[in-house]
């Protein structure tokens, strides 16, 4: 290849990375590629009523808590993504929230260093509405050893489900934490094994909303849902090894 080719590759790479960073609030040179690999190509706006907090700066990197606030979509909102731009593992979480569960949710993540979160939500238009922010930390928190494993007795309790019930001006909060070691695969000689699948449900089974979980979730993760009513509910867990767990709220 000579020059004028190597030439001409970069000015085509610098455009690419311009248009992709057009009216990003973090300019992330990420984008385009989980633009294209999460949302399919499909259109976008970024939107500030999606709110995402996250700390600035992440004291731990293995729970570094950040939330999703759709709320501005209140009745539209049909699926939420959520992923860490520059984290080994990208994906955080993918929530569908029925009708009586609103499009907020609370959760703790690893990361392995600074980098854009983002938070897809779409609406029944057809648009991605993304919310962005940066969280700066030294890093590791992806490749770290398991704090879970190193306590004794660990697997007695996979499974278990600490949470409370807490009631707010328009539903009820729902705050929760699961047992489990939510191993990523990133530490050597340790395969996967996360809790990848979870289920709302009211008295009578059926599904108020779905969530699917990925290894960026921290170990012991913890949940936020916010549901409108006062109905009993149960939340159903499965992990990738195929255990399942219920839990009464």
Known sequence: ?????????????????????????????????????????EPFVFDERVKLLAPPFAEDARQVPIQVDASAFD???????????LNPIARIFDFQPGEQVLPRLAIRIRIEQATPIRAAVLTR???????????????????????????????????????Q????????RL??????????GLVGGIPEFFLNQAELRDA?????????LFPAVSENPTLSLEVQGQGETELWLRDNNGNEFKAAL
């Open 1 to 41: 290849m000579d020059w004028r080719s190597m030439l001409l590759l970069a000015i085509f790479a610098l455009a690419w990375e311009a248009r992709g960073a057009e009216g990003d609030p973090v300019t992330s040179v990420m984008w385009d590629y989980h633009h294209q690999r999460l949302l399919n190509g």
């Open 75 to 85: 009745g539209e909102v049909l699926r939420i993504l959520a992923w860490a731009e």
């Open 125 to 163: 238009d057809g648009l991605w509405h993304v919310g962005s922010t940066q969280i700066e930390a030294a890093g590791g928190g992806c490749t770290a050893p398991s704090v879970v494993r190193a306590q004794p007795g660990w697997e007695e309790h996979l499974g278990e489900v600490l949470g």
């Open 165 to 172: 019930r807490f009631e707010l001006a328009d539903a009820s």
């Open 175 to 184: 705050r929760l934490q699961i047992a489990h070691p939510m191993d990523n």
């Open 204 to 212: 009578s089974g059926q599904v108020l909303a779905r969530l699917e």
